[in-house]
C-alpha cells in the first residue's frame, strides 16, 4: 500500500488481547497496521476492567487469608493480620496502569499507529474514527480486522447501577467490604469474585440458574468445586431465579424463584436481602456501532459474527476474532486467533487448534481443563478411560498443606491419545499447560507417564494420572 499516513495495510478494531497481539504481529510481518481503542489506554476489558485486576485481587486477598488463617499450620505466629482495603485497590491499579503503558510502549517499539477514538466500518476498505474530542475521520485500509471482545449480559429485572448491583467491572472497585454480597451467576467471573470478597469478610451468597456452577466444565470437577467452595463459606441457591431488584439506602432486595417453575414464579417466591449485588450471568459480544450490517456483514442468531476457516467474514477483506465470533470467550484464544487471522492475510498457514485450548477459574483450589468433558465424550460415543490422582496422595501437596482436588485425564481407549484433562487442585492453571502441549502434539498418555516429571513437585500428579490411565499410578 501506498505510503500515505490515512492508508494502512490492516486496521485493527479493538486493542483487548486479541486485538493488540494481532496488530503487533502483524506489524512484525511487516504491514503497515493501526489499531483503534475508544479507551483512555490500551489493554481492552481484560487488562483495564477484567482478566487482569481480578487476579491481582484474587492474589491480594488469598495472601490475607492464608496470613490470617494458615500461617499457625505451618507454626508462623502472625497476630493482628487486617485488611487495608484502599491499599490493595491501589497495588491492583498500580498492576493495571503499568502493564497499559507496557502496550504503548509495544505499540511504539513495533511501529503500530494508535488511533485514538471509536472505530466503525464505513464499507469494506474504510474506517471511521471519531474521538471523544474533535471531528471524525477516515481511514483506509486493505483489511479490517474486528476485535472490540465482549460486553456484560444484563438480566431483566436487575439494573446495574456500579454502586449496589454492580457488573465485574464494578466489583474491582467497592468501596468497602459488604456485609452480605449476593452473586447472581456461578460461572467463572462470579465465583472468583465472590472469593474475593468471601476472603475479605463478606457473607457470599452465589444464585444460579442451573443445577450446577461452571456448567462448561467436566461434571466431577464442578462437583467438587462446589464442595470446596462451600466448605470455605460460600452459599449457593441453584436451580433459581432472579426475578427483580429493589434497591434502597440500606441495600438490595432480590426476588427470587425457583428456576423451572412457572414464568412469573407465582406462589414460588421468596426473597434474598444484601448490601451488595453483583450480576455475573455471561457476556454478549460487542458488535453495536460498528457498521457492520451498512457493510454486510453476516451475523448469526446471538449476534456474534460470521466467519469462515481463515477468519474472514462474508465481505473480503473483513476478519473478525475473540468474543465477537463463536466460541469460548477466553483472552489467550483471542491472542491465537489474532495472530492466526493476520498470518493468514500474510499468505501464511495459520491454525488454531480448538481441541487444544485451556480454560481456568482461578479461585483456591483453581480449576482448569483442557479438550473433552466426560459428559461430552459419552454423549458422542467415544471409548474412553480414565487416569485420576488425588492431591492427598502428592508429596508436595501434603508439604504445602494443599492437598484439595485430583488431576484427571481422559484418553482414547484404543489409541491412548489424550482426549482430555481436568484438574481441581493448587495451580491447576499452571499445570494445565503440560497437558494442553501434550494434546497439541497429539501426545497419547503413556507419552506423559513416561516423561520424568522432577520431585517433589505438584506435576507428579499429572505422571500419576497418566499412569493410572493405563491402572498403574505408584502412588494410591
Same mark, same amino acid.
Given at each position: 500500500?501506498?505510503?500515505?499516513?490515512?492508508?494502512?495495510?490492516?486496521?485493527?478494531?479493538?486493542?483487548?488481547?486479541?486485538?493488540?497481539? &494481532?496488530?503487533?504481529?502483524?506489524?512484525?510481518?511487516?504491514?503497515? #497496521?493501526?489499531?483503534?481503542?475508544?479507551?483512555?489506554?490500551?489493554?481492552? $476489558?481484560?487488562?483495564?476492567?477484567?482478566?487482569?485486576?481480578?487476579?491481582?485481587?484474587?492474589? /491480594?486477598?488469598?495472601?490475607?487469608? @492464608?496470613?490470617?488463617?494458615?500461617?499457625?499450620?505451618?507454626?508462623?505466629?502472625?497476630?493482628?493480620?487486617?485488611?487495608?482495603?484502599?491499599?490493595? *485497590?491501589?497495588?491492583?491499579?498500580?498492576?493495571?496502569?503499568?502493564?497499559?503503558?507496557? !502496550?504503548?510502549?509495544?505499540?511504539? %517499539?513495533?511501529?503500530?499507529?494508535?488511533?485514538?477514538?471509536?472505530?466503525?466500518?464505513?464499507?469494506?476498505?474504510?474506517?471511521?474514527?471519531?474521538?471523544?474530542?474533535?471531528?471524525?475521520? /477516515?481511514?483506509?485500509?486493505?483489511?479490517?480486522?474486528?476485535?472490540?471482545? /465482549?460486553?456484560?449480559?444484563? =438480566?431483566?429485572?436487575?439494573?446495574?447501577?456500579?454502586? +449496589?448491583?454492580?457488573?465485574?467491572?464494578?466489583?474491582?472497585?467497592?468501596?468497602? @467490604?459488604?456485609?452480605?454480597?449476593?452473586?447472581?451467576?456461578?460461572?467463572?467471573?462470579?465465583?472468583?469474585?465472590?472469593?474475593?470478597?468471601? +476472603?475479605?469478610?463478606?457473607?457470599?451468597?452465589?444464585?444460579?440458574?442451573?443445577?450446577?456452577?461452571?456448567?462448561?466444565?467436566?461434571?466431577?470437577?464442578?462437583?467438587?468445586?462446589?464442595?470446596?467452595?462451600? %466448605?470455605?463459606?460460600?452459599?449457593?441457591?441453584?436451580?433459581? %431465579?432472579?426475578?427483580?431488584?429493589?434497591?434502597?439506602?440500606?441495600?438490595? #432486595?432480590?426476588?427470587?424463584?425457583?428456576?423451572? %417453575?412457572?414464568?412469573?414464579?407465582?406462589?414460588?417466591?421468596?426473597?434474598?436481602?444484601?448490601?451488595?449485588?453483583?450480576?455475573?450471568?455471561?457476556?454478549?459480544?460487542?458488535?453495536?456501532? *460498528?457498521?457492520?450490517?451498512?457493510?454486510? @456483514?453476516?451475523?448469526?442468531?446471538?449476534?456474534?459474527?460470521?466467519?469462515?476457516?481463515?477468519?474472514?467474514?462474508? @465481505?473480503?477483506? !473483513?476478519?473478525?476474532?475473540?468474543?465477537?465470533?463463536?466460541?469460548?470467550? =477466553?483472552?489467550?484464544?483471542?491472542?491465537?486467533?489474532?495472530?492466526?487471522?493476520?498470518?493468514?492475510?500474510?499468505?501464511?498457514?495459520?491454525?488454531?487448534?480448538?481441541?487444544? !485450548?485451556?480454560?481456568?477459574?482461578?479461585?483456591?483450589?483453581?480449576?482448569?481443563?483442557?479438550?473433552? $468433558?466426560?459428559?461430552? *465424550?459419552?454423549?458422542?460415543?467415544?471409548?474412553?478411560?480414565?487416569?485420576?490422582?488425588?492431591?492427598?496422595?502428592?508429596?508436595?501437596?501434603? &508439604?504445602?498443606?494443599? #492437598?484439595?482436588?485430583?488431576?484427571?485425564? =481422559?484418553?482414547?481407549?484404543?489409541?491412548?491419545?489424550?482426549?482430555?484433562?481436568?484438574?481441581?487442585?493448587?495451580?491447576?492453571?499452571?499445570?494445565?499447560?503440560?497437558?494442553?502441549?501434550?494434546?497439541?502434539?497429539?501426545?497419547?498418555?503413556?507419552?506423559? &507417564? +513416561?516423561?520424568?516429571?522432577?520431585?517433589?513437585?505438584?506435576?507428579?500428579?499429572?505422571?500419576?494420572?497418566?499412569?493410572?490411565?493405563?491402572?498403574?499410578?505408584?502412588?494410591?
Amino acid at each position: 500500500m501506498a505510503d500515505n499516513d490515512d492508508a494502512f495495510d490492516l486496521i485493527v478494531i479493538g486493542a483487548g488481547p486479541g486485538g493488540y497481539v &494481532a496488530a503487533i504481529r502483524a506489524a512484525q510481518l511487516g504491514l503497515k #497496521t493501526a489499531c483503534v481503542e475508544s479507551r483512555e489506554t490500551l489493554g481492552g $476489558t481484560c487488562l483495564n476492567v477484567g482478566c487482569i485486576p481480578s487476579k491481582a485481587l484474587l492474589h /491480594s486477598s488469598e495472601m490475607y487469608e @492464608v496470613a490470617a488463617v494458615d500461617f499457625a499450620t505451618f507454626g508462623i505466629k502472625a497476630n493482628g493480620v487486617g485488611v487495608d482495603l484502599a491499599k490493595m *485497590l491501589g497495588h491492583k491499579d498500580k498492576v493495571v496502569g503499568d502493564l497499559t503503558k507496557g !502496550i504503548e510502549f509495544l505499540f511504539k %517499539k513495533n511501529k503500530v499507529t494508535w488511533l485514538k477514538g471509536k472505530g466503525a466500518i464505513v464499507k469494506p476498505g474504510e474506517v471511521k474514527v471519531t474521538p471523544a474530542k474533535g471531528g471524525a475521520k /477516515s481511514y483506509a485500509a486493505k483489511n479490517i480486522l474486528i476485535a472490540t471482545g /465482549s460486553d456484560v449480559a444484563r =438480566l431483566p429485572g436487575v439494573e446495574i447501577d456500579e454502586n +449496589r448491583i454492580v457488573s465485574s467491572t464494578g466489583a474491582l472497585s467497592l468501596a468497602k @467490604v459488604p456485609k452480605h454480597l449476593v452473586v447472581v451467576g456461578g460461572g467463572y467471573i462470579g465465583l472468583e469474585m465472590g472469593s474475593v470478597w468471601r +476472603r475479605l469478610g463478606a457473607k457470599v451468597t452465589v444464585v444460579e440458574f442451573l443445577d450446577v456452577i461452571l456448567p462448561t466444565m467436566d461434571g466431577e470437577a464442578a462437583k467438587q468445586m462446589q464442595r470446596l467452595l462451600t %466448605k470455605q463459606g460460600m452459599e449457593f441457591r441453584l436451580g433459581t %431465579k432472579v426475578i427483580a431488584a429493589k434497591t434502597s439506602n440500606r441495600g438490595v #432486595t432480590l426476588t427470587v424463584a425457583p428456576a423451572q %417453575k412457572s414464568e412469573n414464579g407465582a406462589g414460588d417466591q421468596g426473597e434474598i436481602k444484601c448490601d451488595t449485588v453483583l450480576v455475573a450471568i455471561g457476556r454478549v459480544p460487542y458488535t453495536e456501532g *460498528l457498521g457492520l450490517k451498512q457493510a454486510g @456483514v453476516e451475523m448469526d442468531d446471538r449476534g456474534r459474527v460470521k466467519i469462515d476457516g481463515h477468519f474472514q467474514t462474508n @465481505v473480503p477483506g !473483513i476478519y473478525a476474532i475473540g468474543d465477537v465470533i463463536e466460541g469460548p470467550m =477466553l483472552a489467550h484464544l483471542a491472542e491465537d486467533e489474532g495472530i492466526a487471522a493476520v498470518e493468514a492475510m500474510a499468505g501464511q498457514a495459520a491454525h488454531v487448534n480448538y481441541d487444544a !485450548i485451556p480454560g481456568v477459574v482461578y479461585t483456591y483450589p483453581e480449576a482448569a481443563a483442557v479438550g473433552k $468433558t466426560e459428559e461430552q *465424550l459419552k454423549e458422542a460415543g467415544v471409548d474412553y478411560r480414565t487416569g485420576k490422582f488425588p492431591f492427598t496422595a502428592n508429596s508436595r501437596g501434603r &508439604a504445602n498443606n494443599e #492437598t484439595d482436588g485430583f488431576v484427571k485425564i =481422559l484418553a482414547d481407549a484404543k489409541t491412548d491419545r489424550i482426549l482430555g484433562v481436568h484438574i481441581v487442585g493448587p495451580h491447576a492453571g499452571t499445570l494445565i499447560a503440560e497437558l494442553a502441549l501434550a494434546m497439541e502434539f497429539g501426545a497419547s498418555a503413556e507419552d506423559v &507417564a +513416561r516423561t520424568c516429571h522432577a520431585h517433589p513437585t505438584l506435576n507428579e500428579a499429572v505422571k500419576e494420572a497418566a499412569l493410572a490411565v493405563a491402572g498403574r499410578a505408584i502412588h494410591i
